[in-house]
């Protein structure tokens, strides 16, 4: 099988390429960047003259609208007093409460109108012919009290069986009840209504302009006012775009090609991080860009290159997965410095060696150079000088010293910014009378210089030299005007770093964009011997100076020659990497900014955001440091092809747990939880998690089992656990069955698969009509929500538990995983299936003899009171709920079995034999055992179940 799938829709382009620099202070040609613009599908009405009538256009939206409104107005959850009960009586509670209220009128004493007192007037008192009247006793009849009698103990059954209906329908009521109260609980935890949203819409279906606060012609996109949230099953949020990620970024600028070739690279590097061995991730995503010649292509190629320079991996041949993270992201101070001292060092080299190959291919490709043909380094930069520098800048030899026609100077400002220190100081010291003359303490500056790893010079020396800097080019002003020699200038502040008030060289020696970052490199002064004993603060320069330099200044000015953009390198010499990951992410391409933080992530080299949740790329911490979300990073790119390739997409998500040193909780947490997105969004169980083996049930390992220890799962149980089992649960609160039954086998939870089985067949066989094909019943839908025609054990579930257990018992190690219980549970609810085809072809004779082989119900003739007692008991006490619920069909199919043997044997044409006589009374028998049993576990079936018992029996 290939490693990669079909990703379609994948085309690529690319540009003109041409290289070029150009001077910082004067700026150059910017490159724009142009915005793809979106346009809404729906338009704001505009808010006219408003009728008293609703348009036309519009009368269906508001019919719907408001239909809508008070649908969820009366869905709105219940107050607190909700528990009160409902005002809606039975008849037999409105009677009980007439009586009630009835008593309660009798007994509140006199209730005189305004009567009384127009006979009290008269002389009449009401209160004195009350009493009289109440006073006269009236005989009662013998008879008449004997018939009141009897009625009511003849009533006495009647009111027994009232009170078990109100009873029953209490409960009844009771449960209803508290399911919408449980109802309105889960709306309201899991849905959000925002009814100024809704109140919104509905004015803009009549035609009412709502109040607008700003006059933006900016168009917003229409919010949902109902939603659900996000915290229930079904919502994946690492594998989703990013808030900042252009539509089109990946697929404007990625081809197929180029897509394989990362993901190979990618995968290579996964199998070497499983055998703890080296990779060169930068020389071989540097060689995969070179291959390309478009400018965007080229600026990533350079960035590898200066991360190849950094970690050094040409001559490296050890595995350096988070060299740096200790140093880069450390709070030790030294740890901090060492590792801001080889970024300001390797970025030197790079510039300088960059330097140099530049002014070398000048030199090869003159024929011309008959004065400077020794091919030494010294004889490079004097042709340089001469054929370059004083070309372009005619008044050069006035303005440096010149020994024997020679810019001496000039000579070793060039040899320093093409790193060739050692030919620098050779040049010093060959000249040391030359130098006795006008500078006699130089060749033993740029001594020491290099001495110092060409970084600073040691304390004493560096008082001494800035003394001798002050006094000589004391009189020059802030614009770096006067009689002086700039070149002499510009070695001396290098070697000095003196007067870094004024951080810029003069304007006599022209800088390119790359000569101006390397005099800034070269001037940062924190590992000076006396940084703490400058009194003033403008004269230390730190790395994090020249980084906010860099900020301020912006891709504006880096990139002013659109041929050679510089704005991506800059950001990866000075250290701000995470910059760097975010600018090529926005001006480049998603693919090479994923793939380049995957780089800087392998190395320890960038700083992850603690947030996982968030749509953003970048985040500021509290430390004022910018952080990438590395995770939302990688889940974003996967989102083309984690259908079409998800073997790649897994490659690339278990990236995630590589962050923060590789041992940290919360991103091991956040790769699990990406992969397992990925698992239940792909469906691939088998190309991920493994494959069983249908003859004996024995499992294959897939790819994420294989390099489960790259994601700190490296035993097996954990790994089931985690990934596996948790995308089970999933799948079986989303309700998908069929995934979640294989994923509880891949994870050998099989007591798990049993307990599901029985759960599934209780109800398919409880809630199923008896006179249709149980198979057909078992058919659930696919993921798509279509039913398959064809019956498979893919797709119905009566297939699919017939043949995992048939799997199971032909496996010993699986049964003995098996609790006997479910497994018990189970062998009594796999032959109910072979009952229910019979049942269909109507063969009553079969179906009581099998019913009766369960042992669950009174079928044999000869069971007594106590044996039905007893299995009563089993029922209530014992046995499983799943068995409970297929009780009330196993008795329907009892007894309508032995009614129609009955109706069989009483409507044959000749007259029935002593056999069937015999016969007639062992299926009376056995329906009464039957009657008697379901007289004791009424309760546990529907009350339709036991009145159909009843009609049943009348029947025979």
Not at 273 to 288: G, Y
Request: with cysteine; hydrophobic share 35%; proline share 3%.
């Amino acid at each position: 099988m290939s490693f990669f799938g079909q990703c379609n829709g994948l085309s690529g382009s690319s540009g003109s390429s041409g290289t070029g620099g150009t001077n910082l202070a004067t700026g150059g040609v910017n490159e724009s960047l142009q915005m793809g613009n979106r346009s809404d599908a729906g338009a704001i009405p505009s808010s006219g003259n408003v009728s008293g009538t609703i348009p036309s256009s519009n009368a269906h939206t508001s019919s719907r609208l408001l239909q809508d409104l008070l649908e969820s107005a009366n869905n709105l959850p219940k107050p607190n007093n909700s528990d009160l009960g409902s005002i809606h009586l039975t008849l037999n509670g409105l009677k009980k409460k007439s009586n009630q209220l009835r008593k309660r009128n009798d007994n509140e004493g006199q209730n005189f109108t305004k009567a009384h007192y127009l006979l009290a007037s008269s002389g009449v008192s009401a209160e004195e012919i009350e009493n009289e009247l109440n006073s006269i006793e009236v005989p009662v009849k013998p008879l008449e009290s004997q018939t009141v009698s009897n009625a009511v103990n003849n009533n006495i059954d009647s009111y027994l069986n009232d009170k078990k209906d109100e009873n029953i329908l209490a409960a009844i009521e009771q449960s209803l009840v508290s399911a919408s109260k449980d109802f309105n609980q889960f709306i309201n935890e899991n849905v959000s209504i925002d009814w100024k949203v809704r109140r919104d819409e509905l004015r803009k279906s009549f035609g009412i302009g709502s109040p607008q606060k700003n006059t933006s012609h900016k168009v917003s996109k229409p919010t949902k006012s109902v939603t659900w949230n996000k915290s229930i099953p079904g919502n994946y949020n690492v594998l989703t775009p990013l808030s900042t990620n252009k539509s089109t970024s990946f697929l404007k600028n990625l081809t197929r090609e180029k897509f394989e070739n990362n993901a190979q690279i990618v995968y290579q590097l996964n199998e070497a991080r499983l055998n703890n061995s080296f990779f060169p991730i930068a020389l071989s995503f540097e060689e995969l860009n070179k291959s390309y010649s478009d400018l965007k292509s080229r600026q990533i190629s350079e960035a590898w290159k200066i991360l190849i320079e950094l970690t050094n991996e040409k001559t490296n041949k050890i595995n350096q997965e988070q060299k740096f993270f200790e140093t880069y992201q450390t709070a030790d101070h030294t740890n901090s410095m060492k590792f801001r001292k080889q970024v300001i060092q390797r970025s030197k080299n790079y510039l300088e060696q960059q330097f140099y190959n530049y002014m070398d291919e000048i030199y090869t490709k003159d024929d011309k150079k008959k004065q400077f043909s020794t091919s030494i380094n010294i004889d490079k930069v004097s042709y340089f000088i001469d054929r370059i520098i004083m070309k372009n800048n005619t008044g050069f030899v006035d303005q440096t010293l010149n020994v024997n026609g020679v810019p001496i100077w000039a000579l070793i400002f060039y040899l320093l910014r093409s790193g060739l220190y050692n030919d620098a100081l050779e040049l010093a010291s060959q000249n040391k009378d030359l130098f006795n003359k006008f500078d006699k303490n130089f060749p033993v500056y740029i001594k020491k210089f290099v001495e110092n790893d060409c970084i600073n010079l040691p304390m004493e020396l560096n008082e001494r030299l800035n003394a001798e800097f002050n006094q000589q080019f004391a009189f020059i002003n802030d614009d770096l005007k006067g009689n002086f020699d700039p070149f002499k200038y510009s070695v001396y502040k290098l070697i000095g770093k003196c007067d870094l008030s004024k951080k810029k060289l003069p304007d006599e020696i022209n800088l390119s964009i790359e000569d101006w970052l390397w005099f800034h490199l070269s001037i940062i002064n924190e590992f000076s011997f006396d940084l703490n004993s400058s009194s003033l603060i403008f004269e230390n320069y730190s790395l994090e100076n020249l980084q906010k330099k860099v900020i301020q200044l912006g891709p504006k000015k880096f990139n002013s020659s659109s041929n050679n953009p510089l704005y991506l390198k800059t950001l990866i010499m000075v250290g701000l990497y995470e910059l760097a990951v975010e600018y090529a992410f926005d001006s480049i391409n998603e693919c090479d900014a994923v793939h380049l933080a995957i780089g800087l992530c392998y190395y320890g080299l960038l700083k992850v955001s603690s947030f996982n949740n968030k749509d953003e790329l970048i985040f500021i911490n509290s430390s004022n440091e910018y952080e990438i979300n590395f995770s939302r990073l990688l889940g974003s790119y996967t989102r083309f092809f984690k259908i079409s390739d998800p073997m790649v997409a897994c490659q690339y998500l278990i990236l995630i747990a590589m962050s923060k040193g590789g041992d940290s909780k919360e991103e091991i947490s956040k790769c699990h939880e990406a992969l397992r997105e990925l698992i239940l969004i792909s469906r691939e169980f088998n190309m991920l998690l493994g494959e069983l083996n249908q003859n004996n049930g024995n499992k294959i390992p897939g790819i994420l089992e294989k390099q489960r220890s790259l994601i700190n799962l490296s035993n097996l149980e954990q790994f089931q656990k985690q990934i596996i089992e948790t995308s089970a649960i999933r799948c079986e609160e989303e309700g998908r069955i069929f995934d979640a039954l294989l994923l509880y086998q891949l994870c050998q939870d099989f007591d798990t698969v049993v307990s599901l089985i029985n759960k599934l067949l209780g109800e398919t066989l409880s809630t199923t009509e008896l006179d249709k094909p149980l198979i057909n019943y078992g058919n659930y839908e696919n993921i798509n929500g279509e039913i398959q025609s064809e019956n498979t054990i893919d797709n119905n579930i009566i297939l699919l538990s017939q043949h995992i257990m048939k799997l199971f018992y032909n496996n010993s190690f699986i049964l003995d995983r098996i609790s006997p219980s479910k497994k018990e549970t189970c062998d009594l609810l796999l032959p109910i299936i072979h009952i229910r085809d019979l049942f269909m072809n109507k063969n009553w004779n079969d179906v009581i003899i099998e019913i009766n082989k369960l042992g669950l119900l009174p079928v044999n003739k000869s069971n007594g009171l106590i044996e039905i007692r007893k299995m009563a008991e089993f029922v209530h006490n014992t046995l499983d709920d799943t068995l409970i619920k297929v009780i009330p069909s196993l008795l329907i199919m009892v007894m309508t079995s032995v009614s129609q043997l009955n109706y069989s044997i009483l409507t044959k044409r000749y007259q029935t034999s002593s056999n069937e006589r015999e016969e007639l009374s062992n299926l009376k028998t056995i329906a009464k055992n039957c009657m008697i049993y379901a007289g004791m576990v009424q309760y546990k079936m529907p009350r339709e179940t036991y009145s159909l018992l009843i009609s049943l029996e009348s029947s025979l």
